[in-house]
């Protein structure tokens, strides 16, 4: 217990008070919101004063654990009415910005001069989720710890700046069409975190929708992991990487287990509005504390530590997200 507190705790309380005092500059900053607030104060100070090693393990408990539960519990308030609501021409936009997320970073890449690995992790990272997808992916495709570590940091870079200029975007192109503006952020933003960050800076509504575009993505990370196995192993070079690779684990996150069992009981049962507002209300503390631990991880430091080779072919795959996104939510009228 003593362990517990020198490790989690400060990290985990610096998050939570960071979460309590954008509430209430919410009030008089309704336009920014509070989660918006918390991550720019996250990152303000944790870069500023907050950057020793104390508060690491607390940080990122909140950032990852939080933000988990506070997935789970969207599920009590979402029924299969709500996903409904994404339509066929949504499910159609995710497979095909998928596909063609993938089919980019991977030729941008190879044009770039990055090996078979780099790319694939690259274009896993950007197409469904972030880290999480790299560390599922990794031992599939038979990639070293470096190979991992350098396409997690810029996958990572790469979400924080589009994560800022997303919202911008979709407004200007988007106006008032709160389900374009959800499918754009949630279809393109690489992690769970910069996905409601982002959202925050637009409205609740999209913060919503734009999750369930989100959780729509890694519900696929099952047949990319798959697929990029499949191609991995026509490689002679990955071969015995990959046969020495660590027991395969079911790649779907468990917090997405959970968001789709508490959606389907809510949708069988409905739940008491009682028990829906409380677990809104929980999910939403937990998410605003997530968020104030992901501004205070962001290191602005490490946008200057990569090579140009590196910014660039991470500049070129947001562009190139981007306005994939943009034409298919048009063709397809979201």
Request: charged content about 10%.
């Amino acid at each position: 217990m003593k362990q517990l507190k020198q490790t989690i705790y400060p990290g985990l309380l610096l998050s939570l008070a960071i979460a309590s005092v954008s509430k209430i500059l919410a009030i008089w900053l309704p336009s920014l919101g509070a989660g918006t607030i918390a991550i720019l104060l996250g990152i303000l100070l944790g870069n500023l004063f907050f950057n020793q090693s104390v508060w690491q393990k607390g940080t990122k408990f909140s950032e990852k654990t939080l933000l988990e539960l506070s997935i789970v519990l969207l599920g009590t308030t979402v029924t299969f009415q709500t996903i409904v609501q994404i339509g066929g021409s949504g499910i159609l936009f995710i497979m095909c910005q998928m596909t063609l997320t993938i089919l980019s970073a991977y030729f941008i890449g190879k044009k770039l001069k990055f090996n078979q690995t780099m790319s694939l992790l690259m274009a896993g990272g950007n197409a469904v989720c972030g880290s999480s997808a790299i560390g599922a992916i990794a031992p599939e495709i038979g990639a070293k710890d470096k190979e991992k570590g350098q396409i997690i940091t810029l996958v990572n870079l790469l979400g924080t700046v589009m994560m800022l200029t997303l919202p911008i975007i979709g407004g200007t192109v988007f106006t008032d069409n709160v389900m374009a503006k959800s499918a754009l952020i949630g279809g393109t933003l690489q992690s769970v975190g910069q996905v409601i960050a982002s959202a925050n800076m637009v409205s609740s509504q999209v913060v919503e929708m734009a999750t369930l575009f989100k959780i729509l993505r890694i519900m696929f990370l099952v047949i990319v992991v798959f697929a990029f196995g499949k191609i991995a192993n026509q490689s002679t070079d990955n071969n015995l990487a990959i046969q020495e690779k660590a027991k395969k684990k079911f790649p779907l996150p468990w917090y997405i287990i959970g968001f789709i069992i508490c959606c389907v009981l809510n949708s069988v049962i409905h739940f008491p509005t009682i028990l829906s507002q409380t677990t809104h209300s929980i999910s939403g503390w937990f998410e605003i504390t997530a968020l104030a631990a992901i501004g205070l991880r962001i290191n602005a430091k490490e946008f200057f530590k990569e090579g140009p080779r590196f910014l660039a072919y991470a500049g070129s795959v947001g562009i190139v997200q981007t306005i994939v996104a943009i034409t298919l939510i048009k063709l397809l009228s979201i």
